[in-house]
């Protein structure tokens, strides 16, 4: 069984501040990992993904997310947010087949002006 | 650039009636998906499928019928509609199973009364 946790339904942050969005996952296997964004009244779409190698990524718009082996964890963080950053953050675990996703229940940031 | 289309955006049926969810892409991708997402749960698959004529089931698949009818067309249908089936219901494609980058539709908000 496999199982994505984000534990922070919503965080507020000031604009100009960091962020830092927390992910846990669960499974045996080699994990792909993948953080997507949801903007209001759109569909869900890709930041960054992570199969090997460095663990940390670099995504769209100035996110980056560090790889964790020995703590099952896939954390997203940017240095300074912008106003347009205010969105809804998925946590997403593929297993190694290639077969089965598994999403987290997502985590809701709003940023202040 | 990736390409998924949602019809309608916005739907309202009584319990009981009959409703079509349509999506098309214009990736050329083999793989189709039907999400539902609702509040504490983040996304749930209900079906998906690996080319024309492919049906697959997914994790939330009770009430729900998908037909795939080419590689573009991807419908997901709901003959006898209840009100826990009121949700936001989303279409992706990608080119493989759990390894690619998924491209989602806009969504459609299905209400059933």
């Known amino acids: 069984a496999q199982s994505v946790t984000q534990p922070d339904a919503r965080v507020t942050v000031s604009e100009g501040a960091s962020l830092q969005l927390r992910c846990k996952y669960s499974y045996s296997g080699t994990p792909y990992l993948f953080w997507y964004v949801q903007y209001p009244r759109q569909g869900l779409q890709l930041l960054l993904k992570?199969?090997?190698?460095?663990?940390v990524v670099q995504g769209v718009n100035g996110f980056e997310a560090e790889f964790s082996k020995s703590n099952s964890s896939f954390h997203l963080r940017k240095a300074s947010v912008h106003w347009s950053d205010s969105a809804v953050y998925f946590c997403?675990?593929?297993?190694?087949?290639?077969?089965?996703?598994?999403f987290g229940i997502g985590t809701r940031v709003l940023v202040r002006p | 650039e990736a390409a998924v289309t949602q019809s309608p955006r916005n739907k309202v049926t009584v319990t009981g009636g009959n409703v079509t969810l349509s999506c098309r892409q214009t990736?050329?991708?083999?793989?189709m998906y039907w999400y539902r997402q609702d509040t504490g749960h983040g996304l749930r698959l209900i079906h998906y499928?690996?080319?024309?004529?492919?049906?697959q089931i997914g994790d939330v698949p009770d009430g729900y019928k998908a037909t795939r009818t080419t590689q573009e067309d991807f419908f997901l249908l709901l003959e006898l509609a209840s009100p826990s089936q009121t949700s936001l219901y989303f279409c992706a494609s990608s080119a493989s199973r759990g390894r690619d980058e998924q491209y989602f539709g806009p969504g459609t908000r299905l209400t059933v009364l």
């Open positions: 499928s690996y080319g024309a004529g492919n049906l």
């Open positions: 992570y199969y090997s190698g460095d663990p």
């Open positions: 997403v675990l593929g297993n190694s087949a290639g077969n089965k996703l598994t």
């Open positions: 990736n050329s991708h083999n793989y």
